[in-house]
T-cell receptor, first 116, second 114 residues
């Protein structure tokens, strides 16, 4: 069966410090990977998605970046955190191929980031 | 631009009651709709996935319907239990190319009182 892991579960970082959140998926190959942020009162916002190694698409301009160094690994980074980067970050995956858009999406347990 | 709305934002019911959560979307050109459950401080758990060609899906006490033409979906929970207390999110898969994006509603926070 497939599983998705995110770590750390919680993180408190000072303004201006770097960030690295990691997400890995097990039990599948060549998944589509996604980073979402859930801010209080704003719902879930798609930040980045990746359809393959080294392929990253950004949805919104921001202080964050993403990388996919391996097929089942997705990393969210920042060089200098801002207060506005605080939120709940969720990684997700699904398996889709061109023309087949009807597969289920699965989410990790999330990382609570507080920038102080 | 696709927008997803969930009403009500919060709901409190006594245990045993049947209830309906509503989800509406503005653009009917969707691939599928997915209902999730989120417990406080946790990730999202997938409950039901309805393809655009389907009208409903059932899993245990949950039944989700989809009326794509009117842009509506409902999640019916039968015989509610305190363990059903959580936030319920609906999301539509909308987009073109190799990646359909999930567009989420704001969620309905459900409290089931013993």
């Amino acid at each position: 069966s497939q599983t998705i892991h995110q770590w750390p579960a919680t993180l408190v970082q000072p303004v201006g410090s770097p960030l690295s959140l990691e997400c890995t998926v097990e039990g599948t190959s060549n998944p589509n990977l996604y980073w979402y942020r859930q801010a209080a009162g704003r719902g879930l916002q798609l930040l980045f998605y990746s359809v393959g190694i080294g392929q990253i698409s950004s949805e919104v301009p921001q202080n964050l970046s993403a990388s996919r160094p391996q097929d089942r690994q997705f990393i969210l980074s920042s060089k200098k955190l801002l207060l506005s980067d605080s939120g709940f970050y969720l990684c997700a995956w699904n398996n889709e191929r061109t023309g087949i858009m009807n597969t289920e999406a699965f989410f990790g347990q999330g990382t609570r980031l507080t920038v102080v | 631009k696709q927008e997803v709305t969930q009403i009500p934002a919060a709901l409190s019911v006594p245990e045993g009651e049947n209830l309906v959560l509503n989800c509406s979307f503005t653009d009917s050109a969707i691939y599928n709709l997915q209902w999730f459950r989120q417990d406080p401080g946790k990730g999202l758990t997938s409950l039901l996935l309805i393809q655009s060609s389907q009208r409903e899906q059932t899993s245990g006490r949950l039944n989700a319907s989809l009326d794509k033409s009117s842009g509506r979906s409902t999640l019916y929970i039968a015989a509610s239990q305190p363990g059903d207390s959580a936030t319920y999110l609906c999301a539509v898969r909308h987009g073109s190319g190799n990646t359909g994006k999930l567009i989420f509603g704001q969620g309905t926070t459900l409290q089931v009182k013993p």
